[in-house]
């Protein structure tokens, strides 16, 4: 019974496959490399070259032929590159879509800041507006000091005529008395 594993501990790192273990970002650096040297015209111009050499080889070299059924080494070696490639450029474009996943949320992270800092601006904008509205212009100044400059002339004269009535109640008091 000690032998046998228990099931609710997990199970340790098989050692037996470890040189199989591959470092996620190479593998995928690689297959980037692959996929962006197969989209190239280089390529297609190396591989037409190949082929074209392959295919004179065969039809007029009849000694060196060393395709015993004519083509068929060719097309094994079509299939062979498109079993590899198609995978190579699947995780190339897998890789390329986690970036663009990456960027968007970068990109959306950014927008949102950007439209918060906006918003804050707007509001502070606003409250600098009300309270320039709220601050009084030169025009305003000056109809008020004229305003109180013709009220103090107002009060003066009305100062000034009290001041006689009173003179005058004054003496006739005394011209009475």
């Known amino acids: ?20 273990r591959l470092n996620p970002d190479a593998v995928g650096q690689f297959a980037e490399g692959i996929a962006r040297f197969l989209g190239t015209g280089r390529f297609l111009a190396v591989q037409t070259l190949i082929v074209l050499v392959w295919i004179a080889l065969n039809v007029f ?12 080494l060719l097309n094994l070696a079509f299939s062979t590159q498109a079993a590899y490639a198609a995978p190579l450029i699947l995780l190339a474009q897998n ?13 959306r992270a950014r927008a949102a800041s950007t439209r918060a800092d906006t918003e804050y601006l707007a509001r502070e904008l606003a409250a600098v507006r009300v309270a320039v509205g709220e601050l009084a212009t030169r025009d305003f100044i000056r109809s008020e000091l004229n305003r109180l400059a013709s009220d103090d ?3 003066a004269e009305k100062r000034e005529k009290k001041r006689k009535k009173r003179d005058r109640e004054e003496a006739e008091a005394r011209g009475a008395g």
Do not use: K, N
């Open 153 to 155: 002339g107002e009060d």
């Open 1 to 20: 019974m000690a032998d046998t594993p228990r099931l609710d501990v997990p199970r340790g790192q098989h050692r037996r496959f470890a040189f199989l």
């Open 61 to 72: 070299a009849v000694q060196l032929r060393w395709d015993p059924y004519p083509f068929i």
């Open 95 to 107: 890789r390329q879509a986690d970036r663009d996943r990456v960027q968007a949320e970068e990109d």
